[in-house]
């Protein structure tokens, strides 16, 4: 499912420094091979700074790598051009962020049936715009969210949001399931809920899951536990 090679990232810049921290001007990450299989659940850890993001960055397409390859789905998606890779992005991965990521002036529906109205193509659309909506609303209604589908997002909390979050990632039953410390901003209760939708998503859909997390207590829940630092050879900051 994600295949790497001889894959190398390097950010150069200008970070400006504090007392306590200098200023960075460069940092990078080699990866020489990393294989991950098809609907295999993978918790990435590391210390801050390591690489966890820079990481499903490379593999989501939205960071582009300076040498090596990159195969998703059979796909090498690192020799693709930037049209294509955001195409392939849009349509086979979901994408679940630490801060929710919810656009405040859309209902809830709205915020899950986003990925279709970006990705929107008459020509070759896989569903149309009420199969979409049925799909959300199902989606909402497994979640425990079917009430609140018109609410606007600042009137749900937090580990409400992220649950519209996870159903957003779905929506488009991706191949690739991406998840940047989902649990980070939630009290325990909330982060056993997400994890829990999450696994179930991922399983019923044979979705490949690969999600960030510091939380020690979670890596049970996973096939595979991965630190970053045994498949990258330099750290890479956040």
Not at 133 to 147: P, T
Not at 157 to 162: A, P, R
Not at 205 to 216: G, W
Request: contains cysteine; glycine residues 8%; hydrophobic residues 40%.
């Amino acid at each position: 499912m994600i295949e790497m090679a001889a894959v190398s990232f390097r950010y150069q810049g200008n970070v400006a420094g504090t007392s306590s921290a200098p200023a960075i001007n460069r940092f990078s990450m080699y990866i020489d091979k990393l294989a991950v299989v098809r609907g295999e659940r993978v918790a990435l850890v590391g210390p801050s700074g390591s690489g966890k993001t820079t990481l499903l960055g490379l593999v989501a397409g939205i960071l582009r790598p300076d040498s090596g390859t990159l195969h998703i789905h059979g796909r090498e998606i690192s020799s693709l051009g930037d049209a294509a890779v955001r195409q392939f992005r849009i349509g086979h991965v979901g994408q679940v962020f630490q801060s929710f990521e919810l656009l405040d002036y859309l209902s809830i529906v709205e915020n899950v049936m986003l990925p279709w109205y970006i990705a929107r193509d008459p020509s070759s659309e896989k569903m149309g715009r009420q199969q979409c909506r049925q799909r959300a609303h199902a989606l909402l209604d497994e979640v425990g969210l079917a009430s609140r589908s018109n609410d606007l997002p600042g009137r749900l909390s937090q580990g409400e949001q992220q649950r519209v979050a996870v159903c957003r990632a779905m929506l488009n039953h991706p191949l690739l399931l991406l998840a940047d410390e989902p649990t980070g901003n939630l009290d325990q209760a909330n982060k056993q809920m997400v994890v829990d939708l999450l696994l179930q998503q991922a399983q019923q859909q044979n979705s490949t899951l690969l999600m960030v997390t510091h939380d020690q207590s979670l890596l049970g829940r996973f096939d595979t536990v991965l630190d970053i630092r045994s498949v990258s050879s330099e750290g890479a900051p956040e």
